[in-house]
């Protein structure tokens, strides 16, 4: 009994001289007998902080460039026009891969051709790496200022490309200052044991509907194996633009000859035309007589 006391004493005795009192003030007796190794909760309070995303920082004023000239939004735009075009943006690219860049806020240029997350996988500090994400599917919500998008994001780290199951994402936009971009969380299989999940939220403050860019601020945070997380600039770059794509909205003139024996051309906007049962396009009028 003596010397199993004697153990336990010259043990927590090399402790103190390692440590300091630094190792007793962070931890509990239960602590030290169960694990005297493991961090202390104290010491999971200062990794958290030190792996925290910064703070997510809001635009005062989204910018929106159409027919080459870029405006505030707030000056002559409502919620339901930025809805509208980014609606319209995101249906135009639906099923396709869009680029993602770090880039700098005032002037809207890549710096690089990916985002940069700095990660623990495991033991292991590293970094993940986004640079391209596909738009799988384009849903209107039942509200007339939600998009719901399906995204896949291309997320790689230490040279692997972990499988990640597809971002539910929400486009939502309250007004014409406040345009969010967010979803609940996908799974990445970064280690052995367990799922990683993936957050992320990113606030717009550039449209430009000429050439299909999204600009503004995001956070991204990873949690559980592999966790982690950072946050900057980044711009989406879409591959087409905002505007209809060729619309065959009018159908083509045809030549008819009425009863009199003139040339006439039937309208192109309404399809219709003077003579009897005149075919227009693949639409066959038929005149209605009337019964007395």
């Given amino acids: 009994m003596l010397n199993k006391i004697s153990h336990k004493v010259l043990f927590l005795s090399s402790l103190l001289l390692i440590s300091g009192c630094e190792y007793f003030r962070t931890r509990t007796v239960k602590d030290i007998l169960t694990d005297p190794f493991a961090p202390s909760s104290a010491e999971y309070e200062q990794q958290a902080q030190e792996h925290q995303p910064e703070r997510l920082r809001s635009p005062s004023s989204i910018v929106v460039c159409r027919s080459h000239q870029c405006a505030p939004a707030k000056l002559s735009m409502s919620k339901e026009y930025i809805y509208n075009s980014l609606l319209h943006l995101f249906d135009n690219n639906n099923y396709q891969k869009a680029l993602i860049c770090q880039a700098d806020a005032a002037s809207h240029t890549c710096l690089e051709n990916y985002i940069t997350l700095p990660i623990t996988s495991g033991i ?95 956070s991204i945070g990873l949690s559980g194996p592999a966790y982690g997380g950072g946050s900057g600039y980044m711009i989406i770059r879409l591959p087409k633009n905002a505007y209809p794509l060729a619309p065959e909205l009018q159908a083509p003139k045809t030549s008819s000859t009425n009863k009199k024996g003139f040339s006439t051309s039937s309208s192109a906007n309404t399809g219709i035309d003077d003579s009897s049962g005149t075919t227009t396009g693949n639409v066959q009028i038929f005149p209605i007589n009337k019964k007395e």
């Fill in 124 to 218: 292991t500090p590293t970094n993940a790496y986004i640079d391209h994400v596909k738009i799988t599917d384009v849903i209107i919500g039942k509200r007339a200022n939600k998009i719901k998008l399906i995204l896949n994001y291309n997320l790689t780290y230490g040279g692997q490309t972990p499988d990640c199951t597809p971002s539910q994402s929400i486009l939502f936009a309250k007004n014409v200052n406040h345009v969010l971009l967010e979803d609940a969380g996908y799974t990445c299989k970064m280690t052995t044991i367990g799922q990683t999940t993936v957050k992320t939220v990113f606030a717009i403050d550039y449209i430009d509907l000429d050439y299909g860019y999204i600009g503004g601020y995001y």
